[in-house]
């Protein structure tokens, strides 16, 4: 069954570049028709969908988070990165890493999730 | 950008059907998938594709979706149903965007 792991500091500072990983175990990162995705959810709200990448590099983000956001991939350590530059306080939330399956175009629901790492920002 | 609408909280006496509501411009041309989240747990999908349920989700929860409004039906509420329910569609602008909508906390 797959598991999602993510890991990265618990800490970071204003406007500075967060770092996070989320790595796969019991399945595979390259399967059609899933792509990998994060959201992250602050404290005592919802949940906001930052980005996706596919298992050749394509990647979707979130349009409020577009310019401080980049995703890669790493298929032969079947892991998945999010950088998210310029972090503010407001930028602290519980991160997430999530699988999409991908049924049709317009049906992409997150399927399996991480457990979730808080990440503080604070100076 | 599109917009999702839920009533923050839905409450509900045990064993009795909840309905929480789910409201967007057309969501009944969409595809609407639902997430419980207990205290300090990650989501878990408990329906997609408007009424689908994961193997292990009991068959009390169930979907509908028409017109502007997306609704998710459990039935017989357990206390152990407790928890933020959020919904989710997909859409394609601006840029592939996956939506989520503010979420429900169920009481029960």
């Known amino acids: 069954q797959l598991q999602l792991q993510e890991s990265g500091p618990g800490l970071a500072k204003p406007s500075e570049t967060l770092s996070l990983t989320c790595t796969l175990s019991g399945g595979s990162i390259t399967t059609s028709n899933y792509y990998w995705a994060w959201i992250r959810q602050p404290p005592g709200k919802g949940l906001e969908w930052i980005g996706t990448i596919y298992h050749t590099g394509s990647t979707f983000y979130s349009p409020s988070l577009k310019s401080r956001v980049t995703m890669s991939i790493d298929t032969s350590k079947s892991q998945f990165s999010l950088e998210l530059n310029s972090l503010t306080a407001a930028d602290t939330a519980t991160f997430y890493c999530?699988?999409?399956?991908?049924?049709?175009?317009?049906?992409?629901?997150?399927?399996?999730w991480g457990q979730g790492t808080l990440v503080t920002v604070s100076s | 950008s599109y917009v999702l609408t839920q009533p923050p909280s839905v409450s509900v006496a045990p064993g009795q059907t909840a309905r929480i509501t789910c409201g967007g411009d057309?969501?009944?041309?969409?595809?609407v998938h639902w997430y419980q989240q207990k205290p300090g747990q990650a989501p878990l999908l408990v329906v997609f594709d408007d009424y689908d349920r994961p193997s292990g989700i009991p068959e009390r929860f169930s979907g509908s979706n028409s017109r502007d409004t997306a609704t998710l039906i459990i039935t017989n509420v357990e206390a152990g149903d407790e928890a933020d329910y959020y919904c989710q569609v997909w859409s394609s602008s601006p840029d592939h965007s996956y939506v989520f909508g503010p979420g429900t906390n169920v009481n029960v």
């Open positions: 057309r969501i009944g041309s969409k595809t």
């Open positions: 999530a699988r999409v399956r991908v049924a049709a175009t317009h049906r992409r629901w997150f399927d399996t």
